[in-house]
């Protein structure tokens, strides 16, 4: 599963995921079209596409799927917190560096913004406030890029995004209203080996190890 986590985008998909490599591993309970000879890398390069071929012959509806993913971790989270906080990390130095940062900070994120606070809070003792945690439902991380850019007090400030997704920062590049960004793929967070090479290649991108991102907030 591990392997396979560079393509999701939001945490529903995992469900989608997981059920998939089952039906890979186990003939007997295909009910999709395309598990039977796909392989981990197919999964990489073809997420896009395998996606909502199983999600129609499922019969699932991404809505639900999201709300059935929230509800679980909601009461896991009100039944333990403790264990649930456990089954969560940050990477090392990254809450520090969120801690000591010199510069604005906003966390833009496809988990429910519930749930990272609740990270923040729990994992990294910081209290980030509540607007500037943008998370499932606040829009595509395009729209809310150009909405803190044209916030007042952004005005004639250096812009910097750093995000682990290499789609998302090609995304960005798409958008000529968003040429001011400075834009980071983080080598740390899920994505491939292929995916790094990829975005050296591209001049807005600028590859990002984890310590260089430590002293980058400070």
């Avoid at 073809?46 to 809505?63: C, G, H, L, T």
């Avoid at 059935?68 to 009100?78: A, I, P, S, Y």
């Avoid at 966390?107 to 729990?122: G, H, M, N, P, Y």
């Avoid at 798409?174 to 790094?196: A, F, Q, S, V």
Wanted: hydrophobic share 40%.
């Amino acid at each position: 599963m591990h392997i396979v986590r560079p393509v999701v985008e939001t945490g529903y998909e995992n469900l989608l995921l997981v059920r998939l490599l089952l039906e890979m591993r186990i003939p007997s309970i295909r009910k999709s079209s395309v598990s039977e000879g796909l392989t981990v890398d197919g999964i990489l390069e073809n997420w896009s596409k395998i996606k909502p071929v199983i999600m129609e012959e499922w019969a699932e509806n991404r809505d639900a799927l999201i709300e059935l993913f929230g509800k679980v971790r909601d009461e896991w989270m009100d039944n333990d917190l403790a264990t649930w906080i456990g089954a969560n990390r940050f990477y090392p130095g990254v809450p520090d560096a969120l801690k000591f940062a010199s510069s604005s900070i906003y966390i833009v994120t496809t988990k429910q913004s519930r749930f990272a606070d609740a990270l923040l809070q729990e994992l990294a003792g910081l209290k980030i406030p509540p607007e500037r945690i943008y998370g499932l439902g606040t829009g595509p991380k395009v729209e809310v890029l150009k909405q803190l850019q044209r916030k007042p007090e952004h005005q004639g400030l250096k812009l910097h995004f750093v995000e682990d997704r290499l789609a998302t920062l090609k995304n960005v590049i798409k958008d000529p209203e968003l040429d001011g960004w400075n834009l980071y793929l983080g080598d740390w967070g899920y994505n491939t080996h292929k995916e790094r090479g990829e975005a050296a290649s591209i001049p807005r991108i600028t590859l990002l190890q984890l310590t260089d991102f430590s002293k980058k907030l400070k």
